[in-house]
């Protein structure tokens, strides 16, 4: 090892100028892309859908595969899409979109669900050299991208339970306005002057429509409230819906920082290398000599 160091040594010039070149190439192209630099990141909860009744949870659809959703968004007119909504041309947003899912149960990385039974959550970051108002836009363009392909099945039960609530509601306020002409006729009966028995035959139909209205009303009452309950969970629950909106941010500092470390680690282990090879080569001649 000592042998190996003196000649490293005797080098030393090579290993100094391996480690400026690799510094200076890093540094010089985070200088040319430092102005316009930019990260965002957006948060995307792929829901979980039940089946029509509520009765169990949908265990084969395509929110299951986090690879279709990583397809999905980094599909070329989904880019597209992004691109034209931030301004930037799609041929480079491609290389500049990463797209990562992870599961409840803490599992992480590209396409990796572990063994939850809950739905991956997805995070898509856009980071490339515009500004942060571009970048913030793209990453939300394509997770509001994902979100309406992911939730089809979901926006069209929404739509249905959402109808029968309005139904129902109706149907509800027809059977109050029964029941409000009802009470006002028995009044009107019971402040009349006639006959005893002539009233309570009068008063016959709309006691019998005061109790049909209150049997419907009760059964209308538990479908409405069922169906009430229904609709929040699925715009909740079963829905995709952003987790955190992406917000554009200047890359770090600290980042480069770390790069120029790395830079000048490979730097060194570069020029030791050249300074060790230059040595073998230069004392051949002198060996052969010998």
Known sequence: MTEYFRRAMRRWYVI???VVAAVALVFLHGVSGATKQSAATASVYLGQPFTPGGASVLTSTPLSNPQISIQYVTAPQQIAKAAAAAGIDHRSLRKHVSVLSSSPAGGGGAGKTGTSSGPPTISINVEGPWTRAKVQTAANSLAQSLIAYANRYTTMKTNLISGRV??????????????KRAHANLAAIDA?????????????????????AADQIGTLTLNLTNDQVALVAA?????????????GHQVSAATRRSSLIIAAMVGLIVGIGLALAWEALSSRPRQAQA
Request: no cysteine; proline share 4%; hydrophobic share 45%.
């Open 16 to 18: 100094v100028l391996s």
């Open 166 to 179: 309005a139904t129902e509601q109706a149907e509800m306020k027809v059977l109050r306005e029964v029941q």
């Open 192 to 212: 009349s002057n006639a006959a005893p028995l002539d009233k309570v035959a009068a008063s016959s139909p709309f006691v019998s429509d005061l109790s049909a």
């Open 235 to 247: 715009k909740d629950i079963e829905s995709s819906q952003f987790i955190a909106r992406a917000a």
